[in-house]
């Protein structure tokens, strides 16, 4: 199983970013992806999840702000960022989880930093 992350990089605060994560070796459909992120010294935050069916649910900083969203054909999620805040900086890591069970899968991050 790979979750391989890319889009990541420096912007300007109020600029944009698509984060990307690509999904190999699983059965996409069975699972709800996620984006995670992370800033050095705090737990990982849940940022925001889509369920095969599109349900979404995001974290309160972010509503208005970013969409996720899959392509099941593809085996891709994605999550558009938009209106980007100094606070947004973090790596930011895609997630699997199988729906019917206790397995779940971590790409190795991508660094998105927003500066002032």
């Known amino acids: 199983v790979q979750l391989v992350e890319s889009g990541g990089g420096l912007v300007q605060s109020g600029g944009s970013l698509r984060l990307s994560c690509a999904a190999s070796?699983?059965?996409?459909?069975?699972?709800?992806m996620g984006w995670y992120r992370q800033t050095p010294g705090k737990q990982r935050e849940l940022v925001a999840t889509i369920t095969n069916g599109g349900s979404t649910n995001y974290v309160d900083s972010v509503k208005g702000r970013f969409t996720i969203s899959r392509d099941n054909a593809k085996n891709m999620v994605y999550l558009q960022m938009n209106t980007l805040k100094p606070e947004d900086t973090a790596v930011y890591y895609c997630?699997?989880?199988?729906?019917?069970?206790?397995?779940?899968?971590w790409g190795q991050g991508v660094q998105v930093t927003v500066s002032s």
């Open positions: 070796g699983v059965t996409f459909s069975l699972y709800v």
């Open positions: 997630k699997a989880d199988f729906q019917y069970g206790r397995l779940d899968y």
